[in-house]
């Protein structure tokens, strides 16, 4: 894959579509923004986790779902913002990831 600029958050995706607090959905964006500006990369990957602690804060994605309903719940959430970020950088490959707890990192087909 080459050099890349990683922008890790607590939480995964999930302020780039439902901050808890506006600003946090501001900052995200800002230095994504900020990355493609700067290395003009092709692809941008975006990756969740299972059980993530930054989607149960508030109820968002309960925790201790199984794989399946955990996926298929972050799935629903990376479909918003594949339509977001496509209208933000359309000449970009926006890909998504799921890294549920057994390991087994698995691309999206979203």
């Known amino acids: 894959?080459?050099?890349s600029d990683e922008i890790i958050i607590a939480g995964a995706c999930r302020d780039f579509v439902k901050p808890v607090n506006p600003?946090?959905?501001?900052?995200v964006w800002k230095q994504l923004g900020l990355s493609v500006k700067l290395h003009e990369p092709d692809d941008i990957v975006?990756?969740?986790h299972q059980d993530c602690g930054g989607y149960a804060q508030d109820g968002t994605i309960p925790p201790g779902l199984t794989k399946e309903e955990d996926?298929?719940?972050h799935s629903m959430y990376l479909a918003e913002l594949k339509k977001i970020a496509k209208e933000?950088?359309?000449d970009k490959n926006i890909l998504f990831f799921y890294a549920?707890?057994?390991g087994e990192v698995e691309q999206l087909a979203i």
Do not use: A, N, T
């Open 46 to 48: 975006f990756i969740d």
């Open 71 to 73: 996926s298929k719940s």
């Open 23 to 27: 600003g946090d959905g501001l900052y």
């Open 100 to 102: 549920p707890l057994d």
């Open 1 to 3: 894959m080459g050099q």
């Open 88 to 90: 933000k950088y359309p």
